[in-house]
């Protein structure tokens, strides 16, 4: 009798819960074990940022499902575990007991770390597990003034919802705009303009070269009122065991080819430390938010059922979609556009209420939503069958092993 296969998925977050969720669903029938450093079950990260003050931060009310939920679908969750090295040619991991967990295909779902630049303390606050959530939360309602650092997504979606809780906050940007690596400038200068115009003092080109958990001190500003102060300058990717595995790995995340496989034989990547080929350039390019890293998660499980012989068309990573809501506004991003030069608007930008096309020359490289005016799935539809890959062929990932 043959043994039943092993799909080992490292990462407790969307993108490896969603793996296997998607394997099972899809008919796999052997042993699926998702290995997680955190002690809680898997849970619904992007709910952390938003609504911060009043939402129900406890692990059932994050939850994605209870122990009986992944029971029930043979899947097995092993929390606060970490897997500690990778050997590929064994086809095993090693987790941090010692023992040694064999494979017949790994998928690396390890996501990110929360960046610590060198100039803020170890006991200042940052988002991105329930636990930080849970001190911000406890933090902030028993404070009237914030300082926030970063003019990303994260830190926007903190401002807005402490200033809807009526403290003061103080949102301090490094470049010259917030949301620099999403969205063209003028797009970026009217999302501005709406912190502000609810109080936010926010303040671009200001340099934070100290702070601690009640001040920052730095260039570019003046030194602001003391408050709580929350670092959101972003997470790097956990590339960790993709080096121990001898995959093809840099700063910025593990390399894969089209359909999620990384350079060694076996061994799979998905979610905020996947970084594919960008369906325009073919150079690598990360997703970076919740619901790519969904997607993604389908998407490899995909590419591992054809590898081990289902009749089943590989997965192929979709175009990133993001979405955030800030003072009442939904905002849906789509694609690049951060990258485009031309803006094409209909609707009122003014009322937030718009859908905006962003055109690099005459190829569409993304979208925005306002309001309800959007569809963030039918714009990267859209945006998908418009795109023209451009002469430059994707590195090749040389698979090994």
């Not at 043959?2 to 669903?25: D, F, K, N, Y």
Request: aromatic share 4%.
């Amino acid at each position: 009798m043959t043994a039943p296969r092993r799909v080992v998925i490292v990462g407790t977050g969307i993108a490896g819960i969603t793996a296997a969720e998607t394997l099972r669903s899809k008919g796999f029938d052997g042993h699926i074990t998702v290995y997680g450093a955190e002690p809680e079950l898997p849970y619904h990260r992007a709910a952390l940022s938003k609504d911060l003050l009043d939402a129900d931060l406890s692990p059932q009310g994050v939850a994605l499902g209870d122990a009986d939920f992944w029971a029930n679908r043979r899947i097995k969750v092993v929390t606060g575990t970490s897997v500690v090295n990778v050997r590929p040619g064994h086809r095993s991991v090693v987790i941090d007991t010692g023992a040694e967990v064999p494979y017949d295909a790994l998928i690396l779902a390890t996501g990110g770390v929360a960046r610590r630049p060198h100039w803020m303390r170890p006991d200042v606050d940052v988002l991105r597990t329930r636990r930080d959530a849970v001190a911000i939360q406890s933090a902030m309602r028993g404070q009237d003034t914030l300082i926030i650092v970063g003019g990303g997504l994260i830190g926007l979606e903190l401002a807005s919802a402490a200033v809807e809780a009526g403290k003061r906050v103080t949102l301090l940007e490094a470049t010259d705009q917030i949301l620099g690596d999403t969205l063209p400038a003028p797009l970026a200068d009217h999302l501005a303009d709406l912190h502000r115009s609810r109080g936010v003092d926010l303040l671009t080109h200001a340099t934070v070269t100290n702070a601690t958990p009640d001040h920052v001190d730095g260039d570019g500003f003046d030194t602001p009122s003391r408050g709580h102060v929350i670092v959101a300058v972003g997470a790097g990717p956990n590339t960790k065991l993709a080096k121990c595995s001898g995959a093809r790995s840099r700063n910025t995340g593990i390399r894969t080819d089209g359909n999620l496989r990384t350079s060694v034989r076996g061994v799979y990547a998905a979610g905020d430390v996947a970084q594919t080929p960008h369906p325009i350039t073919g150079l690598p390019c990360g997703g970076g938010h919740w619901l790519t890293a969904r997607e993604q998660g389908k998407a490899v499980a995909m590419t591992v059922l054809a590898d081990l012989g289902f009749d089943v068309e590989p997965g192929v990573p979709p175009i990133p979609v993001a979405r955030s809501e800030q003072y009442g506004v939904d905002i849906q991003i789509v694609g690049w556009p951060h990258s485009g030069d031309r803006l094409e608007v209909t609707g009122s930008l003014d009322g937030f209420d718009a859908t905006i096309r962003v055109y690099d020359g005459f190829q569409m490289v993304g979208a925005v939503g306002f309001g309800d005016h959007a569809d963030c799935f039918a714009l990267r539809d859209e945006l998908e069958q418009t795109i023209v890959p451009l002469s430059i062929p994707a590195a090749g990932i040389g698979m090994v092993g």
